[in-house]
């Protein structure tokens, strides 16, 4: 592979698609964060609404 430099910080490095593993994984944990808090948010207005959800356990 070749020298590439990363589009997020710039560090150069050999990876694949242009973003490093270390900026990759940053992304996906604010996307993770983004899409908890807007569930919560969602699940919050249904529940003013007066609708009971009834929520997945894993398992």
Known sequence: MDKNRCMACAKEGAFEGGICDQCKAIIRGEALEGQHQIRKDA?????KEG???EKKRGG
């Open 43 to 47: 699940d919050k207005s249904l529940h």
């Open 51 to 53: 609708t009971n959800i």
